[in-house]
């Protein structure tokens, strides 16, 4: 006997989370970061959800697919869809590395077509009883390891107004602060390795950040830096060489120098001062075409995937599948988000067995104010997620805590992020991002 699922209704609800005033080489974040909440309800009353990246255009994206999606069965749907994951390819005047994620048009398409991709799992799993991770091949770990992301701040919790949120860290603009936000996230949730958002000091304050971290935390706690691009290929190859002991047992360095020929030569020159630390990237290489070019010239030894932007948790799958043929490591990128998609990234997660180090998560900074799954905040516990038995994500949607994210969306005067415009608004009216700063 088949089973016949028919979707008999899209909704799509933009809501804003509070968001505290982070720093990156993109500028500052703004009090709020947007998100966008999407169902499909079957005609048996069964919800799938997802979750993806906020604002305007993301929503209208899927609006515009309502036809398409109404009447669909979910198990077709992402098959009539695959056209949106073609015909896309790196640009360097259109990447993420110019843009802040989420507001890349190359990957627009693949955005929307992951988002509806989990939406149409979760309502599959949960008709049928299985978890996604199930759904997708079977799950090959129960606890998926997760890594603490501490930034450099200015003082504040996210939120404006009566809305503003409890300052859990305090301005963390030194080395030493920096390190007392770390030990304070490991207490809450056991974080066993540690990815650290640089590129917003100058580089020998990062380089010092990174080595009291690893006396701190001794060698037995891997440590990652990001700087996003802000270096040359010259600051990027000395800052390996400064921090070859600290990120080279079980860490990486992380898109130091934009591009993948300006990775590839970062890579050259360390190699040939005997320093193998690898390089990561969640910005050189950010979908499938770029990766003939990345593995030939060695720019990355470890890619951070990302469901919402690679095309799907089954294309994570397939990449990882692909890094393990050609001996690339894999983690998950993260951006803002809530318990939705880290179980989206979870689920995945656990159905992928090529994933060699702890993934991302910007989750700690969010707060149970804003989270809208059934029962709050998702357990981060010994750094780990557990999968559970529950069908599909495992979650479900607290209708009054949406009403409040959409509430405060219609509220707050953002719809799309601009880390510029926030940095010029509280720390230097003339701010550009500049590639490179240092």
């Not at 609006?63 to 015909?87: K, Y």
């Not at 802040?100 to 398409?109: F, I, L, R, S, T």
């Not at 951006?335 to 656990?350: C, E, I, K, R, T």
């Not at 607290?398 to 009403?403: G, I, K, S, T, V």
Request: charged share 25%; glycine share 10%; net charge negative.
């Amino acid at each position: 006997m088949s089973l016949e699922i028919k979707i008999k209704e899209m909704r799509v609800t933009p809501i804003a989370i509070a968001d505290p005033p982070l720093r990156s080489s993109y500028g500052l974040h703004q009090p709020y970061a947007l998100r966008n909440i999407l169902e499909f309800e079957s005609e048996d009353g069964v919800v799938g959800i997802s979750e993806t990246y906020g604002g305007e255009a993301p929503m209208d994206a899927l609006l515009t697919l309502n036809e398409e999606i109404v009447g669909a069965d979910p198990f077709e749907l992402t098959g009539s869809l695959q056209h949106m994951l073609s015909g896309q390819s790196g640009d360097a005047d259109a990447s993420q590395t110019h843009l802040v994620p989420g507001e890349n048009p190359v990957d627009a398409n693949r955005r929307t077509y992951a988002a509806i991709e989990v939406g149409c799992l979760d309502l599959i799993g949960k008709t049928v009883g299985k978890p996604v991770c199930d759904l997708i091949g079977g799950r090959v770990r129960d606890r998926v390891p997760f890594s603490a992301y501490p930034f450099y701040k200015h003082a504040g919790g996210g939120g404006e107004g009566g809305d503003s949120r409890e300052d859990k860290y305090g301005e963390c603009l030194s080395p030493e602060t920096l390190v007392g936000q770390v030990i304070k996230m490991r207490e809450e949730y056991g974080f066993k390795s540690i990815k650290f958002k640089a590129g917003v000091l100058n580089p020998n304050e990062e380089i010092e950040t990174i080595k009291q971290l690893y006396r701190e935390l001794g060698p037995g706690i891997p440590l990652r830096i990001d700087p996003n691009s802000a270096w040359t290929v010259d600051t990027s190859v000395r800052v390996g060489k400064e921090l070859a002991v600290e990120l080279g047992r079980g860490g990486y360095l992380e898109d130091p120098t934009a591009s993948i020929a300006g990775m590839a030569e970062v890579r050259r020159r360390l190699l040939s001062e005997g320093i193998n630390t690898p390089l990561a990237t969640n910005v050189a290489v950010t979908c499938f075409e770029d990766l003939p070019y990345a593995i030939k010239e060695d720019a990355a030894q470890i890619i951070l995937c990302d469901h919402h932007y690679w095309g799907g948790m089954r294309h994570v799958q397939h990449l990882a599948q692909l890094c393990q043929t050609f001996d690339l490591g894999v983690s998950m990128h993260s951006n803002n988000h809530l318990g939705v998609s880290l179980m989206g990234m979870a689920h995945v997660a656990a159905a992928t067995p090529h994933l060699t180090y702890a993934c991302d998560t910007h989750y700690p900074w969010q707060t149970e104010e804003d989270e809208v799954v059934v029962g709050g905040r998702i357990p981060i516990i010994e750094g780990c997620v557990e999968i559970t038995d529950k069908p599909g994500l495992g979650v479900e949607l607290d209708y009054d805590q949406l009403a409040r994210g959409r509430e405060r969306y219609e509220k707050c005067p953002y719809r799309k992020r601009d880390d510029t415009a926030e940095m010029r608004k509280h720390v230097d009216p003339d701010w550009e991002r500049k590639l490179p700063r240092w």
